[in-house]
């Protein structure tokens, strides 16, 4: 990515303001209202700079260090490979929703398709100890929401993130991946090859310097961005206490819509999803719920060229809700042996999940 001489400088002293220990967003940005744009921060005298921030971070901004010198020339060459960006809050292709919210971050680090920030977006997110039909229904959610046009907007960890990323992946809206580490470090490692599709079909995105590791309180900030980034959330799965609670209760107060998919009143993973729903989120039973929602044209189900399954006779004892195997044996008055091989069966077509404690839910 080559730079004319001033937009390099300009670019640097962005870099150097947001790599001085002890100057996060909020500050920052009062350093920029304050003096302008960071050049003028970093020109600024040593007195008017103290009225700001502590005079050891002043001393700071006045004088860079060796290793503000070497992360600079860092990002630089990064920069230098294909389909590397980063954008600042003066740059022009900074999206307009991040804008809008209350602390947009300053810098934005970008790997892939940049153009997917200024396409209409979707956040689906949940836990990451989903259960075989929460990962089922962010994939397909994912995969019918992309190829209606929307780029679905996740945070690439497991579970329920990782499913929408895949789903997303095979329509045309495809999906942007924010992260809550340094764009140059993959976390969790096990979807490394996953980051690597994003980066080569979607976007993955950061705010923090090449290089940071995955600590506990990037992962709310990074939530901010998710939901920034979108024109609503969906929460597919989500305990009562739940990060993805904090990402739905972000795009509330940032003036997005809130999405749940309701699930069983027995399941400790509905629990959040009930919650929301609750308190004013939308319930949604079909991607066409949320497309309706957002005034976007209906999406053709994926399923409709497709005849249905035939019916078990077992589905129907076994019902909706998690079910063990005496109940389920006096429910449909079958032999052990029988039973067992019927739910063998449903379990290999993938319409039987089995729980822990010796319980039984239908899929689909």
């Known amino acids: 990515m080559p730079f004319a001489s001033s937009d390099q400088a300009e670019l640097s002293a962005w870099l150097r303001l947001s790599l001085t220990p002890e100057i996060g967003p909020a500050t920052l940005r009062k350093l920029l209202e304050r003096f302008g744009l960071p050049e003028q921060v970093l020109n600024a005298s040593y007195h008017s700079l103290t009225q700001i921030v502590a005079p050891t971070v002043a001393e700071r901004l006045r004088h860079a260090d060796e290793a503000q010198q070497k992360a600079v020339a860092a ?108 764009i140059d470090l993959v976390y969790p490692a096990r979807n490394r090859e996953l980051a690597h599709r994003i980066a080569q079909q979607g976007l993955i995105v950061s705010e923090f310097p090449l290089g940071s590791k995955a600590l506990a309180h990037h992962f709310p900030r990074r939530n901010r961005i998710i939901s920034g980034l979108a024109r609503g959330v969906l929460v597919v799965e989500a305990a009562a206490a739940s990060g993805s609670l904090i990402t739905a209760r972000q795009a509330g107060e940032q003036g997005r819509e809130v999405f749940a998919i309701p699930g069983s009143i027995h399941s400790p993973l509905a629990k959040g999803c009930h919650l929301l729903i609750k308190q004013g989120a939308k319930l949604v039973e079909s991607a066409n719920d949320i497309l309706e929602e957002l005034r976007l044209q209906p999406a053709t189900p994926d399923n409709a060229n497709v005849a249905p399954a035939p019916d078990h006779p077992l589905l129907n004892h076994l019902g909706f809700d998690p079910c063990g195997l005496d109940e389920l044996q006096q429910r449909s008055q079958l032999d052990t042996a029988t039973l067992q091989g019927q739910l063998l069966e449903l379990e290999l077509q993938g319409r039987v999940q089995r729980l822990s404690g010796g319980k039984f839910a239908r899929l689909g």
């Not at 892939?112 to 089922?136: D, F, K, N, P, Y």
């Not at 929401?145 to 497991?158: F, H």
Request: net charge negative; no cysteine.
């Open 75 to 182: 990002t630089f060459d990064w920069l230098q490979q294909p389909e590397h960006h980063l954008l600042t809050l003066a740059d022009k292709n900074y999206p307009q929703h991040l804008l809008e919210i209350a602390d947009p971050p300053p810098l934005l680090y970008l790997k892939g398709r940049i153009e997917l920030l200024q396409q209409a977006g979707l956040a689906i997110v949940g836990s990451r100890h989903a259960t075989t039909q929460g990962i089922g229904n962010a994939e397909a959610f994912a995969r019918t929401l992309s190829s209606a046009g929307l780029t679905i907007i996740s945070g690439l960890a497991l579970g329920i993130d990782s499913a929408a990323h895949y789903g997303a992946l095979e329509g045309v809206g495809s999906t942007i991946a924010v992260i809550g580490t340094g």
